[in-house]
């Protein structure tokens, strides 16, 4: 691959980490509108139908079987645990909670990278996932400390969301790694996006949701989430099948605060200071993590393999 090509699809991943950054606010407003499984599914039929407009409708013989059964599992798995754990959170703050347990995933990207690659591992790699994983403790605890009795208690209000969470951070570390190696340079996104939302269709009506009722800003509010999302999600499934995903993966510990940033405007939120430092930590141990993982310049090659 090109050093021109190889920007142009990590150029697309930098514009889906600005538009991922309204990601939580509007699942968690699209919850709050309609109800969790109902909004999320509305949202993610939106994005598929923008998609097959923009991109067409594809073909299911055009990608290799083991890229739609394997990548596509670990998609809709994601997006499930993503967005019910936004919208089942018990209120909105704990929902920031949930966005940023999710954004380990770029800390954890870089993880799998480096252990895939044949590469010998900077074991700085290790205490900087630590710092990562407490941020996140950091913002569960809150102003009473961490301590395990105290992170406990709290996961234990409400363990489902805490723990699809946490899933879904996993999940989508091991999807951006090895979509790049079993694509082909194929992109099956509008599929994928699909099967989540007939995934969700289908446990909604096995729900005891309430039905479905529209209002002017509650369909606008579910357009724009369907479209931003949609976009941001198919800029990014190019950038992983192309692009640099160590650079990417670190790029994104921006994702985090612009994030909390939006969301606390947008769900008028008042965040404590901890919660602040539980992000900051969250963004320092992915930017460690690149630091020590990046590749120095060759002398003797023109193109170096990041994973």
Known sequence: MSFITENKYTFCGVVAILLWSSVAALIRDLSELFSPIAGAAMMYSISAIFLMCVMGVPKVKDFPMRYLLIGGALFVTYEICLALSLGMATDRHQAMEMSIINYLWPA???????????KKVNLLVYPSIL????GVAWCIAGDQGI??????????????TYLMAFSAAFIWAFYCVITKRISNGKNAIVLFFAATAITLWIKF?????????????????LIIAG????????????????????????L???TPVFSTLFASVYLSLT???SFWQGVALVTLGSLICFIVTREKPDTNTKQTSNI
């Open 205 to 221: 009506f096995f729900s005891n949701e309430p039905s479905i009722h529209f209002t002017l800003p509650s369909s606008l509010t």
């Open 147 to 160: 301590s395990l009795d105290i992170l406990l208690h709290n996961i234990a209000d409400n363990p489902i």
């Open 227 to 250: 479209i931003s999302i949609g976009t941001s999600y198919a800029l990014w499934n190019q950038a992983v099948i192309g692009g640099n995903i160590i650079l990417l993966g670190t």
């Open 252 to 254: 994104s510990y921006f």
């Open 108 to 118: 954890l990207t870089i993880l799998l990278s480096v252990l895939l690659s044949p």
């Open 271 to 273: 965040l404590s200071g």
């Open 131 to 134: 710092i990562a994983f407490a």
